[in-house]
């Protein structure tokens, strides 16, 4: 049996190490029996021999080679095989590791056998072992073994380590842009390409020791010894090692290693093991100063977890640049002066053609990268995803590592191509002077998506389309790439619902029209738009689109410079000039949300601006002369509108109305800070707004209408045919009538519905010597509904000689019996000035009718011909109270009733004294009488 166990010995650990002790004598060995915890356990099982099971925890703090972070082992040593005289034993040890730094799971499996040489009084061992380990990132299998020799002093052993399997994983890469560029064959490679692995290290270590201190429970030893460890990518761990071992019982060992090398550099491990019922698995036994005898059954001294080192390669060509859209690496097909090879850096094609023939350019998902300066004739189709670039702009592409700028470009080199270019889905085409003439066109789409057309010139002459995008199904983005027209299209969008930009990308066509736009949707986005002798600069027809044009320069449109019909998404023009259009400046029909802004329209043949059956409208800002119909028109308009800070002349021929707004459902309107004047030219009203439907909140303020020489309808005119509520403020306007004839200053009129209308700190001025103005406010209520008018701070041709007026404020109420008006405040004619009545109030319909009139702290001068500072006509059947007071005037105070008629007027008794000693005359067969308060 012991040959077998040398045998065994010999196989698993090579030649026997060298012993590191000469005995002289050769004991023989001695069977004394000791008594011990571990025969209790066991007591005399014939299973085991000497030597028994032991189990046990271990734990290794710190780090350790190939390890970062401490180490839990669950151990079992099981013998297998003893000799009868307990010489020899083969064993069973197994492992179960659990690691601190990732918490995972590595093992340990083995069997040896040791035999005890009575003759050198020395153990002898070997042992071989299949050990796993997961680090969380990969896991690694090794086949590992060793020798060893144990004394009663001095110890040696030899391990060796050989993983198995996976030896190398690739964890992740990085990689950071910085860095050069290069292209090798028809890739680019560059940046700074890192690879993170872990390996798993082959290697040896060594140790020798002896004991140092030997106590009643105790046994220390010191160890010292070298290691090797080696992986493909990692340099050499050569190191030193030391250890002290020290067993402070049976069951407790303790254990602190210091180990150096250049791979893993200085590590400490201290470590703490129970083993149990004990730690050498005698079954009976001294627990200190252990003989080499009685050792056969100890765990192996080995490491225990697979030696792991972490990698960092750079790659010397940087990265291979990936296209995030594909996730492929770019492929690149050059085209280089006198090329003629197959595509690549090192063997370019010569011209672009050649290029577009190759099969693999057809596949798509390839960079035609063209280095020439050089003209070339060619219609030209891109398959999916192909980008065509010149080396004349700075060309980027997106890559996984962002924005990166191609080597040779920013040469500004540019081709010269005589064709076209159909583009496809995720198209770029960028650095190309692009030449077309005739019916065909320079730029073709259709039913594709994601396209960029950058740093390209387009010059198109004929009747054909410069630019074709038809049924888009993704983004079209134009960036710095003019295109010059002459005749024809310039850019024809056609269905789809992709966004369309243009940006520092002007448009320019003489003798042909800018842009039509065809039943398209999504955001379409236009920049510097020039059209000289076409039709209609700018056509929009049916489509949800939203769409803005930056500057638009229409000179001698025949029809319309903008023509928009039913457009439900919206529409902005936000500067520009529209000269001699044949037509209007702007039009819009059926269509919501237009804004024209900042535009010029000289001399529309019609309108400047025409909205008809328009929700949601704002005309700001712009500049508009001698239109032939109306400066701004709007009918049957809804939603919120604006027309805000325009001004609008008549010089040389007369406009109907300056701005004329009918509004034909529920509307807030707003009419502020416009500008209108007509001068030597017969024109209609300055600000015309009517109601035929809906609940319209309409404001008019801060205009300024003013009549040089010239016939003027009124200044602002308010029809309210509406069955809904009004609510209408006009305030902070100035009527200016210099040596012509004007209508009514303010005129509102109410035919249906309930109002609340307030009329305040206007200024109608009349300011010549000969001047005819009708009057100066004029409010008609015609409504059976329930009106509120306040008319206070206004100022009514405060600094006249010989103006006429008509009144300075007529009130005509015909209908309805709920009507309360507030006349307070107003300045009439203070300097002088010819009225015919200062304040005239006219209840004389056939309808029976009633109101509440107060009419307080006015000044009411100027009034000739007959004329009275209040006049009061009530005829039959109306009802008419007045609450006159603190009015000052230099004539009188006028009351008529015709029979059937009543004026109940407050405090009638003392009206003289309450108007400053205004006379007040009464007259008419109806009933004028008192009353105590009109408003209580």
Not at 203 to 209: I, L, N, R
Not at 263 to 288: E, K, Y
Request: aromatic share 8%.
């Amino acid at each position: 049996m012991k040959q077998y166990c040398l045998a065994v010995i010999i196989i698993l650990g090579g030649n026997s190490l060298l012993f590191a002790q000469t005995i002289d004598q050769i004991p023989e060995f001695d069977n004394e029996n000791y008594s011990g915890d571990v025969s209790e356990l066991f007591g005399d099982s014939a299973w085991f021999g000497r030597y028994h099971p032991h189990f046990g925890y271990s734990y290794e703090a710190g780090d350790t080679i190939g390890r970062v972070g401490g180490l839990s082992s669950f151990e079992g040593f099981l013998p297998l095989f003893e000799g009868y005289n307990s010489d020899w034993l083969a064993f069973l040890d197994a492992r179960l590791l659990l690691d601190d730094e990732n918490h995972n799971l590595g093992s340990n499996i083995g069997i040896g056998a040791r035999q005890y040489l009575p003759e050198y009084q020395r153990t002898i061992g070997g042992y071989i072992y299949y050990d796993t380990r997961d680090t969380g990132y990969a896991n690694f299998g090794q086949v590992s073994g060793g020798i060893e020799t144990l004394g009663d002093f001095w110890d040696a052993r030899l391990n060796w380590y050989i993983p198995t399997g996976t030896r190398r994983k690739l964890l992740r890469t990085t990689h950071d842009p910085t860095g050069t560029y290069t292209f090798i064959g028809h890739h680019l490679f560059g940046g700074t390409f890192t690879r993170f692995y872990q390996a798993a290290m082959t290697g040896v270590d060594m140790e020798a020791g002896r004991k140092i201190y030997s106590g009643p429970n105790t046994d220390v030893r010191a160890f010292a010894g070298w290691y090797h460890f080696q992986a493909n990518g990692t340099p050499q761990a050569w190191g030193w090692k030391s250890r002290i071992e020290g067993r402070i019982s049976d069951v407790v060992a303790l254990n602190l290693s210091i180990q150096n090398d250049r791979v893993f550099d200085t590590t400490v491990n201290f470590a703490v093991s129970f083993q149990w019922p004990s730690i050498t698995g005698l079954r009976n036994g001294p627990r200190s100063n252990l003989p080499a005898r009685d050792r056969l059954g100890e765990a192996p001294e080995r490491l225990r977890n697979i030696v792991v080192t972490n990698q960092e390669i750079q790659d010397p060509n940087g990265g291979l640049l990936i296209d995030p859209s594909t996730g492929l690496p770019y492929f690149f097909m050059h085209v280089e002066t006198g090329g003629s090879g197959d595509g690549t850096f090192e063997d370019p094609f010569g011209t672009l053609a050649a290029a577009f023939a190759d099969t693999r350019t057809q596949q798509g998902n390839v960079v035609v990268y063209d280095h020439r300066n050089a003209a070339e004739a060619g219609n030209f189709t891109l398959a999916t995803n192909t980008q065509v670039l010149s080396s004349g702009p700075a060309q980027f592409i997106t890559t996984q590592v962002g924005q990166v700028q191609l080597p040779d470009s920013n040469t500004g080199l540019t081709p010269q191509i005589t064709g076209s270019f159909t583009l496809n889905n995720r198209s770029v085409l960028s650095g190309f002077g692009i030449t077309t003439t005739g019916a065909g066109s320079s730029i073709i789409s259709n039913g594709v998506g994601n396209l960029m057309v950058s740093n390209n010139t387009i010059n198109h002459t004929g009747a054909g389309t410069a630019i074709s995008l038809s049924n888009l199904t993704g983004p079209a983005t134009f960036n710095q790439t003019p295109l010059t027209k002459s005749g024809g299209l310039g850019v024809l969008i056609s269905g789809g619902n992709g966004d369309v930009t243009f940006t520092n990308s002007s448009n320019t066509n003489t003798n042909g029209d800018g842009i039509d736009i065809q039943n398209a949707g999504g955001t379409i986005q236009f920049g510097q738009v020039t059209t000289t002798n076409g039709t209609t600069s700018v056509n929009v027809n049916n489509g949800t689109a939203n769409i803005t044009i930056d500057n638009l320069s229409s000179t001698n449109a025949g029809a319309d410079s903008v023509l928009i019909n039913n457009l439900t998404g919206s529409f902005t023009l936000n500067g520009g000039t529209l000269t001699n259009s044949g037509a209007t400046g702007v039009t819009a029909t059926n269509s919501q949300n237009i804004t024209i802004q900042n535009t010029t329209i000289d001399t529309p043949t019609t309108e400047g601006i025409f909205a008809q059956n328009v929700t949601n409208f704002n005309f700001s800002s712009n500049t508009i002369d001698d239109a032939s119909i109306d400066g701004i028109a709007v009918l049957n308009g809804s939603g919120n509108g604006t027309i805000s800070g325009n001004t609008i002349r008549s010089i040389l021929t007369a406009f109907d109305d300056a701005i004329d707004v009918e509004i034909g459902g529920d509307a807030t309107v707003e009419i502020d800070n416009n500008i209108i004047t007509s001068v030597l030219a017969l024109a209609g009203t300055g600000i015309e707004v009517s109601t035929t439907a809906g609940n319209v909140t309409t404001r008019i303020r801060g205009n300024q209408i003013t009549s040089i020489l010239n016939a003027f309808g009124d200044g602002i005119n308010y029809t309210g045919n509406s069955t809904g509520a009004m609510t209408t403020t006009i305030t902070g306007n100035t009527i200016q009538n210099t040596a012509g004839v004007f209508g009514d200053g303010i005129s509102v009129i109410y035919n249906a519905g309930s109002a609340t209308t307030t009329i305040s700190q206007n200024t109608i001025d009349s300011d010549d010597l000969v001047n005819l103005f009708g009057t100066g406010i004029y409010l008609g209520l015609n409504t059976t509904g329930t009106t509120d008018t306040t008319i206070n701070q206004n100022t009514i041709s405060d600094d006249v000689l010989a103006a006429l007026f008509d009144d300075g404020i007529s009130l005509d109420i015909d209908r309805g019996t709920d009507h309360d008006v507030f006349v307070t405040n107003n300045l009439i004619a203070q300097t002088g000035g010819l009225f015919n009545d200062s304040i005239e109030v006219l209840l004389d319909s056939g309808t029976v009718s009633a109101a509440r009139i107060q009419v307080n702290s006015n000044i009411l001068f100027g009034a000739g011909g007959g004329g009275t500072g209040l006049d009061v006509f009530v005829g039959s059947p109306h009802l008419l109270c007045v609450e006159a007071t603190g009015n000052t005037t230099n004539t009188s105070l006028d009351f008529f009733a015709a029979v059937g008629g009543t004026i109940n007027v407050e405090d009638l008794p003392n009206l003289s004294t309450n108007n400053n000693g205004a006379t007040v005359n009464t007259a008419g067969g109806g009933t004028i009488q008192n009353i105590a308060d009109c408003f209580p």
